[in-house]
């Protein structure tokens, strides 16, 4: 009977513990999730850049060559 109780009283301790937790517990969450759209966000922010600075690159390439040709004519 000792045994039932200590058990009870275990779990009313471990009840308010993880109640008292759960905010926390939340906040961290939501700083994950916050954290992990941002990382796409900024993923995503490089991908443009990239591809930008690659057509920037093509469009100075042939731009060249235009003049190449011209001088040459």
Do not use: G
Request: net charge negative; glycine share 0%; charged share 15%.
């Amino acid at each position: 009977m000792n045994d039932i109780l200590t058990l009870r009283a275990e779990v009313k301790h471990l009840s308010l513990v993880a109640h008292q937790l759960e905010p926390y517990v939340k906040a961290l969450a939501a700083s994950e999730r916050n954290q992990a759209s941002s990382d796409v966000i900024h993923q995503q922010q490089q991908q443009e850049t990239t591809s930008s600075h690659q057509q920037l690159q093509s469009l100075l390439e042939h731009i060249s060559m235009l003049q190449f040709d011209a001088a040459s004519s």
